[in-house]
Structure formats: structure tokens, C-alpha cells
């Protein structure tokens, strides 16, 4: 145990996948997994373990932000030996090609500044995907009839941010979509030497003021779930 995860050791499967609000890790453990298992539930934070087409998975939360992704991801990987970590969430589109309910695999993570910013003082860090997830989840996208773009993504530790002028230079820099994780994941997985990547659905667009209505969210995350767990045990 640990002070933010109660599972006991060997409850925690080498994979997991990590959504941000913990009733989606219920919703998807529930969906995608056979045999799952809540493991955790200190703080409100869900997790569960089951298995994909034989394969041990945990699904569990990581909350809003960088630094509360941190926490768990440093324990789970410190404490319970995780290996493979795939952020499935939501993002904002930014760029104009990115449209409500495609799906973004986040090859590299922008960030202004993230927890390890302490740790790496000077260095401007390029957080960056691990090469066979991301290869392996194109193609496990390239199977579905949903629209799959691969590229940068912007981490916010702002949620109402107030900066129009950063987000056209980020759309200028040819950035996918805003998130508040990835960066984050990317640097711990270097550090501790564990495979990471984010799988995205857009779910709202910046620009264009769209968004996926509520009650399409799950159905549309159904895509991205998937592709995670291919990609996980390609």
C-alpha cells in the first residue's frame, strides 16, 4: 500500500491505463475487462484490475493535472512495478483538421511546465511517446472507421486558461489538441524506463466551439479504450 493507493502487491497488473476521472476507470474496467476487481479506493480514486483477451490490466484514475497524474504514476510505477502506462482521455482540438470524437495519439507532449520541472532545473525536456506504442496504436486505429490523427499535443496545468495568443502559436506549431496529462506521464515513463502513451478523443474544440454532448462521451471513448489495450499487447 501507498498513501494514495490501497492495493495490496500483485494486485496491480504491469499495464495500466490511466483516464483522468475515475467513474470512466469503473466504466471501462466494467466494459473491457473480464474478472475486474476494484483494487482501489482511497481518495475517491478508482482502480481495477482484470484481464483483456487473457491479458492482466488495471484500469485506474489519475485525477485533473499534472500534479495529481505525478502521484499516481510515480507509486504505481515505484510501488507496483507498472511497465506499460496509456493515458486514455479527453482533449480540446486546436488544429483545424481535428474534429469532435477523432481520436490523437500524442507522439510528443508541449508543456510550459510540469512537476519534473524541479528535477530537470535548466533543461527544456521533450516529453515524447514511446516508439512501439505508438506504432502499434496507429495501427490498431487503422482498423477502425474512426478518423486517427498522429502528432504534438499541448499539456495545460490551466484549465481556463486566459492566453489566446499561446494557443495560436500553438496551432502555428502545428499542435493536435490540449490535454493536462501527457507531458507529465511521458517524463516519469523516461526516467523510470517504461513504455508511455496518451490515446485521445476530442472531445470539444477550441476553435470551433464544438462539443461532444454527454451523453455520446462513452460510446465515443469506446474507440480509444480499445486501440490502448491493442497497442498495449501488440
Not at 201 to 208: C, V
Not at 220 to 226: A, H, I, L, N, Q
Request: aromatic fraction near 6%.
Amino acid at each position: 500500500m501507498t498513501p494514495h493507493i490501497g492495493a495490496q502487491p500483485g494486485e496491480i497488473a504491469e499495464t495500466v491505463l490511466l483516464p483522468g476521472d475515475p467513474y470512466r476507470a469503473r466504466w471501462a474496467a466494467e466494459t473491457f475487462l473480464d474478472e475486474a476487481v476494484c483494487i482501489n479506493q482511497v481518495r475517491g480514486m478508482l482502480g481495477f484490475t482484470g484481464k483483456w483477451k487473457g491479458h492482466p490490466v488495471t484500469i485506474h484514475g489519475t485525477g485533473m493535472g499534472m500534479p495529481s497524474l505525478s502521484i499516481y504514476v510515480n507509486e504505481l510505477i515505484r510501488d507496483y512495478g507498472a511497465k506499460t502506462l496509456i493515458r486514455i482521455g479527453s482533449a480540446g482540438g486546436m488544429a483545424s483538421q481535428v474534429g469532435i470524437r477523432d481520436v490523437v495519439l500524442a507522439m510528443t507532449a508541449t508543456t510550459i511546465g510540469n512537476p519534473s520541472r524541479s528535477t530537470l532545473k535548466e533543461i527544456n525536456y521533450a516529453p515524447a511517446a514511446d516508439w512501439s506504442l505508438l506504432r502499434a496504436a496507429a495501427a490498431a486505429a487503422a482498423k477502425r472507421a474512426v478518423t486517427t490523427h498522429v502528432g504534438g499535443i499541448y499539456s495545460s496545468d490551466t484549465f481556463y486558461d486566459e492566453r489566446p495568443d499561446l494557443h495560436q502559436q500553438m496551432i502555428r506549431h502545428g499542435i493536435l489538441a490540449v490535454e493536462m496529462e501527457a507531458a507529465e506521464l511521458y517524463t516519469l515513463a523516461a526516467r523510470h524506463d517504461c513504455r508511455a502513451l496518451a490515446v485521445l478523443t476530442i472531445s470539444d474544440h477550441l476553435g470551433t466551439g464544438e462539443s461532444l454532448p454527454a451523453s455520446d462521451r462513452e460510446r465515443s471513448f469506446g474507440d480509444m479504450v480499445e486501440i490502448a489495450l491493442e497497442a498495449a499487447f501488440a
